[in-house]
């Protein structure tokens, strides 16, 4: 399983900018161990309600990586199922991951994890992360991407245009007795059933135009 270099472990203090839009002087709303240690200060923290990509966009079609873990023990793999919503009258994700993979086993253990968009760019490092298993050595390492920590407790990748910090809610794994359409189980030769998992969007990082 990967460790993150100690070269990747940025600890600079994440600088707001409060100036930099209206939009995003939204701090004192975000509890202080969720801001993020980013790298470069070229990240705000935003309101999930604007966040203005479409979904159907940054998640089926951009992809997206799902990251569970800490900075000290971590997996991640690419997503295109799944959704943002409002559920429990809290902002909520969507992620659909089948027990096959290495990183149900973080997802499994940890009650934060990231989803990590990259605005379309870095899917060749996506493909990667989408076919390879770190169970089976450090895909990470081969994409070139950079591992960051997130407070208090998570990761991401420096490359990301858009991250959100989830904290896990609720699980359930999906039934095939309830498939109304009989077509969908064909997604399953290995019976491997997704197990579904809701987050509470706890932070939203947004990256700033250079
Ligand atoms: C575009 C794309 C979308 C994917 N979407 C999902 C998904 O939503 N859920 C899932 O369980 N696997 C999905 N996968 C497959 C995993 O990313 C893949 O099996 C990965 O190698 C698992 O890595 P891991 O074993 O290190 O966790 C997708 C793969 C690609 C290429």
Known sequence: MPRMP?????????????????NHAIINLIPKQYEVNMK???????????????????IGGDWMLITAGNEN????????WGGLGILWHKKASFSFVRPTRYTYEFMEKDDLFTLTFFGG???????ILGS???????KISETGLTPVSVEP???TFQEAELVLLCKKLYFQDLDPKHFLDP??????????????????VISVFKKMDN
């Open 73 to 80: 023990s971590f997996n991640t793999m690419t997503a295109s």
């Open 6 to 22: 100690p070269a990747l472990q940025p600890k600079l203090y994440f600088p707001l900018d409060l100036n930099a839009g209206t």
């Open 132 to 138: 390879k298993s770190g169970r089976d050595g450090d």
């Open 40 to 58: 470069k200060g070229n990240f705000l923290t935003i309101k999930p309600e604007q966040i203005n990509d479409n979904t159907f966009k940054i």
């Open 153 to 155: 407790g998570a990761v």
């Open 183 to 200: 077509e969908l189980d064909s997604h399953y030769p290995e019976k491997d059933y997704h197990r579904m998992y809701v987050g509470e």
């Open 121 to 127: 760019k870095h899917k060749d490092a996506l493909n």
